[in-house]
């Protein structure tokens, strides 16, 4: 029924960052002792439920979805249920797919694992409320005969205690840079792209150990023609900065899903934070010379302040792009595409 064909947006199979992310954890590069400790809990026929913390991009998601493609090989996409808890707020979706998880009963397939249960991803899951938290325990007890959890969060303070001591603990660290320059170099050797080791260090030093960021910022150089210093430093700063204005611009007459690619491209291949984009954009508008500038502050401050005070990003920034729409005037308001 699954195969392994991978079914990727256009723009998810173009990007590094998925092309090498590694499908076994003996792959994962860096976090060694994680790993292991790992690959040692998988042989085992109890499963635990597992707690990943640590920063952005340094391989936890990787690193559960290895751990199922291990344990279920090609059949893992019928016995695996992938959550965001930042994406579908709310305890009561995260129920109702439990509970509808949890009914499905044993494992299906053709994998080898003697195992009798199903395992649900839990990403982002420090973004849930703490009633949401209490929650979620209670369905890890609920389902404890079928279901384990990977819950995967960036700051493990989040995570309310009695979901820690119910969980095996691993806390994944910023990436070392001798790791992150050699990943990258094996990259570029099999993009056969020309690189230097100087600005792969450059890399290194403004995006500290995250590895999804450096390779990112590698393949913005890399589509400028190579890996150089001077492309590096263009990648890293104007080149996603000079894109800023085109989405606004978007917005503004009214493209509203052009505005909102460019913008996804923006937060994830450049790996720019809302919040930057946010005061570039201010920048940019304050340079179009707009007719009405004040009602454009207005918007932006309003939505700021939503991103401030912890309202889902993805959602509010298409809600900005939407905003500027209407605030672009009637001259090409619509869905031009
Ligand atoms: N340890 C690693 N070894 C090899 N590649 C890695 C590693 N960590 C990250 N990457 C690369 O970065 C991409 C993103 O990694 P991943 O999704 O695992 O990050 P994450 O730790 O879950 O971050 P976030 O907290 O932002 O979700 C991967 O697709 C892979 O290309
Ligand atoms: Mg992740």
């Given amino acids: 029924m699954s195969s392994v064909t991978t079914k990727k947006s256009d723009l998810a199979s173009l990007m590094w960052t998925e092309k090498y992310r590694p499908q076994k954890l003996e792959d994962v590069v860096g976090q060694k002792d994680i790993i292991k400790g790992i690959s040692n809990l ?4 109890d499963l635990p439920h597992m707690l990943f913390s640590g920063p952005a991009g340094v391989g936890k998601t990787t690193a559960a979805l290895c751990i199922v493609k291990e344990l279920f090989g090609t059949s893992w996409r019928d016995n695996v249920l992938q959550l965001n808890a930042s ?19 044993s494992p299906t397939g053709e994998q080898e694992t003697k195992e009798l249960f199903k395992i649900i991803i839990l990403d982002e899951a420090d973004e849930m409320t703490s009633e949401a938290q209490t929650a979620l325990r209670r369905m890890m007890e609920d389902g404890a005969r079928t279901t384990r959890f990977i819950i995967i969060c960036n700051y493990l303070s989040q995570i309310i205690e009695p979901i820690q001591s119910r969980c095996v603990v691993f806390r ?3 990436l070392p840079k001798e790791v992150v320059l ?5 990259i570029a050797k099999k993009e056969g792209v020309k690189y230097d080791e100087k600005a792969l260090a450059h890399i290194y030093d403004a995006t500290g150990g995250d590895m999804r960021h450096s390779i990112n910022i590698m393949q913005a150089a890399a589509g400028m023609g ?15 900065r000079s894109k800023v204005g085109e989405v606004v611009k978007l917005a503004l007459a009214g493209k509203f899903n052009e505005a909102r690619a460019k913008l996804l491209e923006l937060t994830q ?12 954009a201010s920048q940019e508008a304050y340079e179009m010379k707009l007719e009405n500038p004040g009602q454009f502050a207005e918007i932006m401050a309003e ?7 912890g309202a889902h990003p993805e959602i509010q920034m298409a809600a900005l792009l939407a905003q500027l729409g209407k605030l672009g005037g009637s001259s090409s ?5």
């Fill in 269 to 280: 291949v450049y790996g720019m934070s809302e919040g930057d984009f946010m005061k570039y």
């Fill in 182 to 186: 050699e990943h990258m170099e094996e």
């Fill in 172 to 174: 994944f660290t910023r």
């Fill in 226 to 240: 190579a890996i150089n210093s001077a492309n590096v430093t263009s990648a890293i700063g104007l080149s996603g």
């Fill in 333 to 337: 308001s619509g869905k031009k595409d």
């Fill in 303 to 309: 939505y700021d302040y939503r991103l401030a005070s």
């Fill in 87 to 105: 994406d579908e707020r709310g305890i009561k979706m995260v129920r109702e797919k439990v509970k509808e998880f949890t009914r499905w009963g």
């Fill in 42 to 45: 998988i042989k085992g026929r």
